[in-house]
């Protein structure tokens, strides 16, 4: 039997005064890939924000357990020590911090222990070249004059390095081409393995192309309300969420 990874039970949660995750459940093992989709609203970015403990929102009742750790009142950057990562839709810039220094100094915040250099960099070179990234981008400001696509591939750059344990993945296929969208995927398929878990959260099927897909979720008004495999996904992008909001 399977390990359980991460586990979400009757998660409530707010923006603001406004509730938008209404008693969520949702159990991830090890080894699993996972994929939650929903109509605009539904809460799906807000749940990503919430395991990760994002300040702008508010977990007001249930529980969010990592490895059999109870994560409830541990801070984002405790989250991201214990092994949670999440790609952002909109990455951000940070002007004077290279790619690589941003990655050295976050692999040695995330796990405590000293970057062996030669190591380090030999891994980066390798992981940018099967995400097709010029050798020269690792010098470069952190998403500075980055294209969408290039800041989306940095994400998964900085998944490859960091290697968490949960990797939650915020529509990071939002305003790619086809060719960046496949690169993403390829990302995902280095990065998954039989220790970790990914949790996808998209509007669309094309970044599930190659993946093996254990569970697709539909999100609606703040709860999960069907679960299925992974042809669920091509299910929803055939006939719509109309027969989920009844």
Do not use: C, W
């Given at each position: 039997?399977?390990?359980?990874l991460?586990?979400?039970k009757?998660l409530?949660?707010k923006?603001?005064?406004k509730?938008i995750i209404?008693g969520?459940?949702l159990?991830i093992?090890?080894g699993?890939?996972h994929v939650?989709m929903g109509p605009?609203?539904?809460?799906k970015?807000?749940l990503s924000?919430?395991?990760l403990a994002?300040?702008?929102?508010?977990?007001?009742e249930g529980d969010?357990?990592?490895d059999g750790?109870n994560?409830?009142?541990l801070?984002?950057d405790?989250?991201?020590r214990?092994?949670?990562?999440m790609?952002f839709?909109?990455?951000k810039?940070?002007?004077g911090v290279?790619?690589t220094n941003?990655?050295k100094?976050a692999?040695?915040?995330?796990?405590?222990?000293p970057v062996?250099?030669?190591?380090?960099?030999?891994?980066?070179?390798k992981?940018m070249?099967?995400?097709?990234?010029?050798?020269?981008y690792?010098n470069?400001?952190?998403?500075v004059?980055?294209?969408?696509g290039?800041k989306?591939?940095?994400?998964?750059?900085?998944?490859?390095?960091?290697?968490p344990?949960l990797a939650i993945?915020?529509?990071?296929?939002?305003?790619?081409?086809?060719d960046?969208?496949?690169?993403?995927?390829?990302g995902?398929?280095?990065?998954?393995?039989?220790?970790?878990?990914?949790?996808?959260i998209?509007h669309?099927?094309?970044?599930?192309?190659?993946?093996?897909?254990?569970?697709v979720?539909?999100?609606?008004?703040?709860?999960i309300?069907?679960?299925?495999t992974?042809d669920?996904?091509?299910?929803?992008?055939a006939?719509g969420?109309?027969e989920y909001k009844?």
């Open positions: 039997m399977s390990e359980t991460l586990e979400i009757n409530h949660a923006a603001g005064d509730e209404k969520l459940e159990k093992n090890k699993e890939v939650i605009n609203g539904a809460g970015s807000t924000n919430v395991i994002n300040p702008e929102y508010t977990q007001t969010i357990i990592l750790e994560i409830n009142g801070k984002t405790k989250r991201a214990k092994g949670i990562f790609s839709q909109s990455p810039e940070i002007p290279s790619v941003f990655l100094y692999k040695i915040a995330t796990t405590g222990k062996k250099i030669f190591e380090f960099k030999k891994e980066l070179e992981n070249e099967e995400l097709k990234m010029k050798p020269e690792a470069r400001n952190l998403n004059g980055f294209s969408g290039e989306k591939k940095n994400e998964i750059l900085q998944m490859l390095t960091l290697n344990k993945l915020d529509e990071t296929d939002s305003g790619l081409d086809v960046a969208i496949k690169t993403v995927s390829k995902i398929k280095m990065y998954s393995n039989e220790n970790n878990g990914v949790l996808i998209t669309g099927t094309k970044i599930l192309q190659g993946l093996h897909v254990d569970y979720h539909v999100l609606v008004d703040g709860k309300i069907k679960t299925s992974g669920l996904a091509n299910e929803i992008e006939k969420y109309e009844k």
